[in-house]
């Protein structure tokens, strides 16, 4: 099976990002003239790790047509910046967005749900780009350490048909011949025998 130049690159390229490698990262997409992700994506990926909330939403119109989806991204950003405000400690801010910006395109039951965080000593936040880019079309933004994934299912898959092994090298493939026969050497011959024979033992001294 043959994988597309395109797609294998843009996992080298992803794994790159993962390890801090942005020189290495930039130098294969110039090389290779494959970009990991589109300058929107990358666009927003950035206004989200700095929390540029409203850059963020600006974007949302030219990366998500269907307003159902982009509806929902919305949702995302705005109970986002909720949390944060929750954590800054900004109550008021916090229940003012809660009203006037996040409940006329909630449900009950979410706003219910986002009621009660202000209970919440600490709320948890979520990856604001990796909650967004989940509703994005397959394929436009590569998983993260998707590469890493990819690999340890084929050491598992090799590690599977050993028993021998339980810690491949990614160098090399699994060698063991599970069809090896095992070796034996012939001592005695019986000869006089009129059946078959079902069973043998020897002598403790191993002479008989």
């Known amino acids: 099976m043959q994988f597309g130049k395109e797609q294998m690159v843009r996992l080298i390229e992803e794994q790159l990002r993962?390890?801090?490698?942005?020189?290495?990262?930039?130098?294969?997409?110039?090389?290779?003239?494959v970009r990991l992700e589109e300058e929107a994506v990358s666009r927003l990926r950035e206004c989200c790790e700095k929390d540029r909330v409203e850059l963020v939403l600006g974007l949302l119109e030219s990366l998500f047509p269907?307003?159902?989806?982009?509806?929902?991204?919305?949702?995302?950003?705005?109970?986002?910046?909720?949390?944060?405000?929750?954590?800054?400690?900004?109550?008021?801010?916090?229940?003012?967005?809660?009203q006037h910006q996040i409940t006329p395109i909630s449900t009950n039951k979410e706003i219910r749900e986002l009621t009660g965080m202000l209970m919440a000593k600490q709320p948890a936040a979520s990856d604001l780009f990796s909650a967004i880019s989940s509703l994005l079309p397959m394929g436009?933004?590569?998983?993260?350490k998707r590469l890493e994934v990819l690999l340890s299912q084929a050491k598992e898959y090799q590690v599977n048909g050993c028993e021998k092994h339980d810690n491949l090298d990614l160098m090399v493939d699994e060698q063991c011949n599970h069809n090896r026969q095992i070796s034996f050497e012939l001592v005695k011959k019986v000869s006089k025998a009129n059946a078959e024979i079902w069973s043998i033992q020897f002598s403790h001294d191993g002479l008989l």
Not at 19 to 33: K, M, P, T, V
Not at 140 to 144: A, F, I, Q, R, Y
């Open 18 to 33: 993962s390890y801090g490698l942005e020189r290495s990262l930039d130098a294969l997409q110039n090389e290779s003239n």
């Open 66 to 98: 269907v307003p159902n989806v982009r509806r929902r991204a919305q949702q995302l950003i705005l109970q986002h910046q909720y949390t944060q405000l929750l954590q800054q400690g900004k109550t008021i801010e916090a229940m003012s967005l809660l």
């Open 140 to 144: 436009v933004v590569v998983p993260e």
